[in-house]
Structure formats: C-alpha cells, structure tokens
C-alpha cells in the first residue's frame, strides 16, 4: 500500500536554485494539497487540485508553481530558492470534499 | 475568514492521565471537523472526525465531540500512555469543488511521561 509517496525526503538548495518536489498518490484520489509546516506554525497550504488539469492557490502561494497532468501525480516546483523557503513540505490527497486526508512522509527543505 | 484555534503545548503529563486538548473554529457554513496526529518523523494521519453538530468522533481511545453552540472539538482521552506522544492538530474542511480544502490548526505537541 504505496498511500501518497514523496520525493526526497531531504533537500538542501543554495539562493536562486531550483527544483521539483514529486508526488504521487495510487489512491484515485481527486483532490491534492501541498502543505509547509514550519515550527510552530501548522500548516500553511501551498496550492491545491481538485482534477486533472485544475490547480488553485492556497494561503501561500508565492515563490511556488504546480501543475496536474495527470490524476497521480502533483509536483511542487521552486524556481528560486530563498530562506523563507526553508520549511517541511507535505503532500497529501483526499477523495472528496470533507473526507479524510492521506499525507505523505514529508519533505525536508533547506535554503542556505 | 475560515480558521481553528488549538491550546498551545506543549503538554506534559503522566501516564494514566487525563487528556484534553481545546480546539475552536471560526467558519462560515458547516464544516467537517477532524483531528489527525504527527508522530515524530511521519506525516499526518487522520485519528477522528466529526461531519454534522453533536457527531462524536473516536478512535483510539480518544473522543471529540462536534459543538455547534460553542464551535469547539475538543480532544479528550480517560487515560493516556507513553506511545501517545505526538504532535495533534486539529483542522476543519468546509464545502467541496473547487472550495475544498483543509484548514488546520497550529498544533499541540504531547508529551506523556512513564
């Protein structure tokens, strides 16, 4: 039972680098989220989808872009990396709306 | 704005005691409540929920009752042990489309001591 995986697990990125923070789920899941957790802080969500080719933004958005190509799959992408970036990343999916959401392990992001 | 209130931790108790964690929510319209846990390392995952007022969601040994009146979901259990230490958060979803998401709290981290 994959659930929602996330790739990698733990990052580091000089200022101004860029990259792609991957995530898939094999649940049939329409709905998907990123979220950052920064301590003490909760969660702050980054965007969301709730289908294929169908992205909105959440509290947070900026120095973020995602795509969803296809049903699977909803990548996080980071095209100039700054410290205020420096965070935990999660990804997670829910089949519908007001139903339970499945999260993946987290991604580790430095800034430096 | 749409929002959740939880106590600030941490919290530090003993094994076998009492447990409640105090969650609030601001929103408009009829959202599910839910409470989901962080345990050291993982990702979230969903401990309860609650979907209409007066529901009582349990799991675990932990309760939560959904108040209309007061707009809170507080998190109880009788008893807690050691390997109840986590990070608990308390988060609501409100309509569905392109609306849906989950609002969550700040998080209150438990410590259970033996």
């Known amino acids: 039972n994959a659930g929602v995986t996330q790739t990698p697990k733990f990052r580091i990125l000089k200022i101004g680098q860029s990259m792609t923070l991957q995530c898939t789920q094999d649940m049939n899941h329409n709905y998907m989220y990123w979220y950052r957790q920064d301590p003490g802080m909760g969660l702050k969500l980054i965007y969301y989808?709730?289908?294929?080719?169908?992205?909105d933004k959440g509290e947070v958005p900026n120095g973020y872009n995602v795509s969803r190509s296809t049903t699977e799959d909803f990548p996080l992408r980071l095209e100039l990396a700054a410290p205020s970036q420096t965070s935990v990343y999660f990804c997670?999916?829910?089949?519908?709306?007001?139903?339970?959401?499945?999260f993946g392990q987290g991604t580790r992001l430095t800034v430096v | 704005g749409n929002s959740v209130t939880q106590m600030e931790g941490p919290v530090t108790l003993s094994e076998e005691a009492f447990l409640t964690i105090n969650c609030t929510y601001t929103?408009?319209?009829?959202?599910?409540l839910f409470w989901y846990v962080q345990y050291p390392g993982e990702g979230l995952q969903l401990l309860l929920k609650a979907t209409k007022a007066d529901d009582k969601g349990s799991n675990k040994g932990f309760e939560a009752t959904y108040r209309k009146e007061t707009t809170s979901f507080h998190l109880e259990k009788g008893s807690v042990q050691v390997s109840d230490s986590a990070v608990y958060f308390c988060?609501?979803?409100?309509?569905?489309?392109?609306?849906?998401?989950?609002?969550f709290g700040t998080g209150t981290l438990l410590a259970v001591q033996p």
């Open positions: 929103a408009t319209g009829y959202p599910s």
């Open positions: 997670a999916s829910s089949y519908g709306a007001n139903t339970e959401a499945f």
């Open positions: 988060a609501l979803s409100l309509g569905g489309g392109a609306t849906n998401k989950l609002i």
């Open positions: 989808s709730v289908g294929a080719g169908i992205t």
